[in-house]
């Protein structure tokens, strides 16, 4: 069996690759694409509720005209008749699928597939290891507004020891040369993120004005058996509101991935703000993972040298 490319984080992604899915998120939001994918089956399997990344991803194969075809867990003979998850992956094989979209609460999950599916194998969240499409609309976001991240300050705010989409955003603006502040109550934070170009601190109103980009997270509540820290104290300390937004950067943007909690994370002020920008990544979600699936399915294409990533 041939393994071929898939997407489980930013790390699968080269440089050059980075550059082209932001060039075609920007050609594909310009123009019609067309049926790249004619003849493509996708099949999306979502083992977790999800509105913004499975419509996303149902939008995207349909636009570049796949056959797309949804599986939920009653649907699998893995949950309900003990099929192995190697059998799963066969059995979708052997019917001529081509590219699986896997969301499940198991870290690792989609990686596993990957290794006994012949096909592509994007990784739309697991556990509380990543989710790298949404860091890529995140990014591209940025770089929309910035043009590069490059020497940019960005800090993430919240439940970041729970929360994939900060994993792997991290990742990304390292990547693309972003200094990156982690912000947050030890409790959610600890002290071993820290790194080479990743800051830990605790003092949110602190760190307000020096950061060109806010982004926020929802408390996962559903992953702490009892919770370490009470509402209050949260937004006490870390709710960006119309208080704090007085003492960040007139030009700062603000994002969020969403689903966003009024009043514990944010309050109404924030989402009347000029630099709220979650409209902007949801707009952007669609286009991205139309480049992802791109990328995988027809990566032949490839351009052999990449220009500076930019939004153009």
Known sequence: MRIRRSLIDLDDLTAEELTYIFKRTAAFERTDPGPLLAGTACVNMFFEQSTRTFAS????????????????PKDLSLAT??????????????MG???LVVRHPEAGFPQRIALAFDGHVINAGDGVHA?????????YTMIEEFDELRGRTVA?????????????AIRGLRRLGASVILVGPESFLPDSYAESGVNIERDLDAVLPRCDAIMLLRIQRERFAEMPISDQEYIAAYRLDAQR???????????????????????????????????????????IRMAVLDLLV???????????????
Do not use: C
Not at 81 to 94: M, N, V, Y
Not at 156 to 168: E, F, K, P
């Open 57 to 72: 991803f149902n939008l995207a194969q349909l636009r570049l005209a796949a056959y797309v075809i949804n599986l939920t």
């Open 81 to 94: 008749k003990g099929e192995t998850l190697e059998d799963t992956a066969i059995t979708l094989s052997a």
């Open 97 to 99: 699928m081509n590219v």
């Open 131 to 139: 989710h790298p499409t949404q860091a890529l609309l995140d990014l």
């Open 156 to 168: 993430i705010v919240g439940d970041i020891l729970h929360s994939r989409v900060a994993h792997s």
């Open 245 to 287: 937004l007085r003492k960040a950067r007139n030009d700062v943007i603000v994002l969020h991935p969403g689903p966003y909690n009024r009043g514990m994370e944010l309050d109404d002020s924030v989402l009347e703000f000029a630099g709220w920008r979650y409209a902007r990544q949801v707009h952007h979600g669609v286009a």
């Open 298 to 312: 027809n990566g032949e294409h490839l351009p052999k040298r990449a220009e500076v990533v930019r939004a153009t």
